[in-house]
């Protein structure tokens, strides 16, 4: 049976997407996004589910940055999921919301739901922990006037009850999560495709004038349509940096090939990330 690997522990997004895109494999949790990625790459497990973007919060570095720098894996599919924050507390909790006097998660979760508490729980010490799962996981063991900023399975998971739901700041709010499996053919969504990407890494030969511009160009003039492009430290110096850009179109044998001999000849290198499916879970 195909064994998947998630970020954690229960009560996670990205155990939310495993569940709403996979269906019957066997699933483990890792602590941290690293442990993950690693069991895909020595084959302790076939598939990693990890995340990568929020749509307000930006890019998840950690992931980015181990993908590149520690271990080199394609990308076979992304998940799209729409974030839904809720306030947890436990079930003994019979107070107001002046009444609690710690909030603990994930400090992008705490980030998405900055306005709520800034004006209604402005009094509260904010935690952060390495998931909205592990917070809801400490407050069903804590007990006490404490609360956890998660999502609904985290509520059913831990015993835990919506004190206040909808509590994040955008609507639209949606997180990225990527595939990573060194043989794709062991992935099967069995959702409808939404669109296809294409990501490089892309790497200047020097700093020089214009030199961002000609990388642009490249795609500009093919009329390949960037959904994303981002910097990130070389972590070689100062000022020497990397670029990663998402192509909304799959690798073919004509566009992607010109682009990449057209980087080459500029002294660029480039790397293929992946070229996988989208899928938008409806949740």
Partial sequence: MVQIGYLGPRGTFTKLAVDTAFNGENKQSFDTIPECIDAVSDRSIDIGVVPLENAIEGTVQ?????????????????????????????????????????????????????QFLHNEMSDANLHFTSSTGKAAEMISESGGDVAAIGNKLAASEYGLTIHRDNIHDYSNNHTRFVVLASDKEQV???HEVQTEKTSL?????????????????????RKMNLSKIESRPMKTGLGNYFFIVDVNEPYDDVLFPGVIAELEALGCKVTILGTYPVYLMNI
């Fill in 188 to 190: 099967n969504i069995k």
């Fill in 62 to 114: 950690l992931t980015v940055d181990y993908l590149v720098h520690q271990v080199r894996l394609p990308i076979v599919a992304e998940i799209v999921v729409p974030i839904q924050q809720h306030l947890l507390v436990g079930p003994d909790f019979s107070g107001d919301l002046s009444s609690i006097g710690d909030v603990y998660s994930h400090s992008h979760a705490i980030a998405q739901c900055h």
């Fill in 201 to 221: 890494l892309i790497t200047l030969p020097s700093d020089y004038a214009g030199a961002l511009y000609q990388v642009l160009a490249a795609f500009a003039w």
